[in-house]
């Protein structure tokens, strides 16, 4: 198994792990950007929220560009946004 596969894998593994914990990718960044959009007082999207996490781990690589972690997490979070953003454009149809 190469390097980026495990990377993927344990992606897999952590997102699924965590929708049984906060529910769909859709239903936990729509309930972020609610709270994020009140304090903020302006819109943020489910897409802004996954950017949002997305850059934010990538502010953590800096630190430490070798924490396999970070590389999980934003693989996990890259799909779960792309799925957040289907089923948000879902309600529109």
């Given at each position: 198994m190469?390097k980026?596969?495990?990377?993927?894998?344990?992606?897999q593994?952590?997102?699924?792990a965590?929708?049984?914990?906060?529910?769909?990718?859709y239903?936990?960044?729509?309930?972020?950007?609610?709270?994020?959009?009140?304090?903020?007082?302006?819109d943020?999207?489910v897409?802004?929220v996954?950017?949002?996490?997305i850059?934010?781990k990538?502010?953590?690589?800096?630190?430490?560009?070798?924490?396999?972690?970070?590389?999980?997490?934003?693989?996990?979070?890259?799909?779960?946004?792309s799925?957040?953003?289907e089923?948000?454009?879902?309600?529109f149809?």
């Open positions: 190469t980026k596969e495990d990377i993927i894998g344990k992606a593994e952590t997102v699924g965590r929708g049984d914990s906060y529910g769909t990718p239903t936990n960044f729509s309930r972020i950007a609610e709270l994020w959009s009140c304090h903020l007082e302006r943020i999207t897409y802004d996954g950017v949002l996490f850059l934010a990538v502010a953590r690589s800096k630190e430490d560009m070798n924490n396999d972690d970070t590389w999980i997490d934003i693989a996990g979070y890259a799909g779960a946004v799925e957040a953003i089923d948000d454009n879902k309600k149809k």
